[in-house]
């Protein structure tokens, strides 16, 4: 059964290792050795990194020469955000009644600290 979309980008995300190579490639374009830099880990473990990456659409990579460099590509993220927008309301009204329920203790407890 093929996996939609949104499950393979969340998939790629669960992993901190791409989470942090997504945030080094929003800074800009990356070769893989410039992205393997800060881990404890193999060029070929980092490029099955880019890999999963890649197969979710959340990098590309180009060629210049010998160069291949690595891009940040957002629509996927872009993908993952509607969906938990779609939630908002629901935690607005959770946060809602919280602060209702405090502003209540409050009014029990005069003199209770307000920060």
Known sequence: ??????????????????????????????????????????????????????????ISRGREAQWRPCRLEAAPLRDVNSWLDSYRGFWEEKFDRLDAYLQELQKVDPDAETN
Not at 1 to 8: I, V
Not at 11 to 24: C, F, H, K, V
């Open 1 to 58: 059964m093929p996996e939609d979309r949104l499950s393979t980008t969340l998939s790629a995300l669960a992993d901190p290792t791409r989470r942090a190579i997504l945030a080094r490639l929003s800074l800009g374009e990356a070769s893989v050795g410039e992205l393997a830099e800060p881990f404890e880990m193999s060029l070929p473990a980092v490029s099955k990194h880019l890999k999963v990456l890649e197969r979710a659409g959340l």
